[in-house]
Every structure is written in structure tokens, then in C-alpha cells.
């Protein structure tokens, strides 16, 4: 079973600045990885699909990249809005893989 | 635009029955699988169980097999979950997502989401 890893748990940043968060399989995924945007009392959004394409209405800032095993999710400046959890999932097989364990983004 | 709406929620005692909807719109509902996600309190999102557009295939996790039903009314837009033998551990937030194929096993993630409904297990 394909593990998927995210790091760092939190990531501490002020407005303005670039985040960087990291998404790893255990094994290769190719580029089967979606990324999602859960902010507090409110539904999970989904931000990239294909590990690099943007989801419709979704800002410029936010930019996917990787394949095989190592993902990484960009915010290039952060806003306040974009403080919130995000989850990375696997999708290159059915059944539907987990979520995994998401990374809080939260002020600095 | 797409619209999940979800209803049905609420508490119900250990043991007992169910039903949750999800009202569609903004998509031709027919052409794309659905799913049910929970997220239990403070925790993370899990699959519960998927379905083709046609209601022809369905998929459900371990964990609820045997003990919820996922169904689709075509004709009305709706999504259904039939939640039987209820536990605690199934307290959560479950949300209608919408998957961008009709068959969720093509692409097994979620494009848009509702905004989920409550369920409380607890006596």
C-alpha cells in the first residue's frame, strides 16, 4: 500500500511571504496527486489535480509541481485567506486512497 | 455553477439508522460518480463509499460495509446514504463530492464539495 507523507506538520509564515509544503509516496504515483485547501468550519476545496493543474477559480499563486514520489505545494505570496489546512491525495489506483495527514499553515 | 447541498444529519443513538441526501445542481449529475467523504472532529478526511453516474457500480470502505447503502436518483439530482448499525466512531462531518469523471475509479478524487452534514452518534 502506497504511503503518503506530508511535511512539515505546521508551518509557521507571514502574510507576504512564499510557502513551500511537501507531499511523499512511498512509491511512485506518477503524477496522480491532488491537492486540497480546508479552512477552519468550512469544506475541503480543491486547489491542484494532476499534481501541477490548478483547479477552476483557483489563484496564480498556488502552483503544483512534482511526479513520482516528491510533491510540492507553492503559495508565492501568502494572502490571509490562504491560512488553512491542506491535504495532498494519491490517486493512481482505485480503491480511492487516503488523504493524507494535512499541513496547518498558520501565521507567523 | 455546482452545488452540493447536503441534509440529514443529526444525532441518532448507537445502533440505529440514517439517511443523509445530497441535492445537486449546476452539472449534469447523471455524467459523474459520486462519493461520500467523512471527517470525523479534529481529524482528517476519509472515503466512505463512491458511485457511478448510471448507480450501476458502487464502492464502499471496510469500515461501513455491510452497514450503509449509497444510492442515486437521477431524475431528481439527489445523492443518498442509507447509514445502518451506526457507531460512535462514524460521528463526523460527512460531505457529497462530486468526482470529475463518471466513474470515480477513473480519477478517484473530488472536484467539488458540499458543505456536510453533522452526524452524532451517541447515546
Known amino acids: 500500500e502506497i504511503v503518503m507523507t506530508q511535511s512539515p506538520a505546521t508551518l509557521s509564515v507571514s502574510p507576504g511571504e512564499r510557502a513551500t509544503l511537501s507531499c511523499r509516496a512511498s512509491?511512485?504515483?506518477?503524477?496522480?496527486l491532488a491537492w486540497y485547501q480546508q479552512k477552519p468550519g468550512q469544506a475541503p476545496r480543491l486547489l491542484i489535480y494532476?499534481?501541477?493543474t490548478r483547479a477552476a477559480g483557483i489563484p496564480a499563486r498556488f502552483s503544483g509541481s512534482g511526479s513520482g514520489t516528491e510533491f510540492t505545494l507553492t503559495i508565492s505570496s501568502l494572502q490571509s485567506e490562504d491560512f488553512a489546512v491542506y491535504y495532498c491525495?494519491?490517486?493512481?489506483?482505485?480503491?480511492?486512497?487516503?488523504f493524507g495527514q494535512g499541513t496547518k499553515v498558520e501565521m507567523k | 455553477e455546482v452545488q452540493l447541498v447536503e441534509s440529514g444529519g443529526g444525532l441518532v443513538q448507537p445502533g440505529g439508522s440514517l439517511r443523509l441526501s445530497c441535492a445537486a445542481s449546476?452539472?449534469?449529475?447523471?455524467?459523474?460518480?459520486m462519493s461520500w467523504v467523512r471527517q470525523a472532529p479534529g481529524k482528517g478526511l476519509e472515503w466512505v463509499s463512491t458511485?457511478?453516474?448510471?448507480?450501476?457500480?458502487?464502492y464502499y470502505a471496510d469500515y461501513v460495509k455491510g452497514r450503509f447503502i449509497i444510492s442515486r436518483d437521477n431524475s431528481k439530482n439527489t445523492l443518498f446514504l442509507q447509514m445502518n448499525s451506526l457507531r460512535a466512531e462514524d460521528s463526523a462531518i460527512y460531505y457529497c463530492?462530486?468526482?470529475?469523471?463518471?466513474?470515480?475509479?477513473?480519477?478517484?478524487?473530488?472536484?467539488?464539495w458540499g458543505q456536510g452534514t453533522l452526524v452524532t452518534v451517541s447515546s
Open positions: 494532476g499534481a501541477s
Open positions: 512509491q511512485s504515483v506518477s503524477t496522480n
Open positions: 449546476g452539472f449534469t449529475f447523471t455524467s459523474y460518480g
Open positions: 463530492a462530486k468526482c470529475p469523471q463518471g466513474y470515480c475509479s477513473s480519477a478517484p478524487f473530488v472536484d467539488y
Open positions: 491525495q494519491q490517486y493512481s489506483s482505485w480503491p480511492p486512497k487516503p
Open positions: 458511485i457511478t453516474g448510471s448507480g450501476g457500480g458502487t
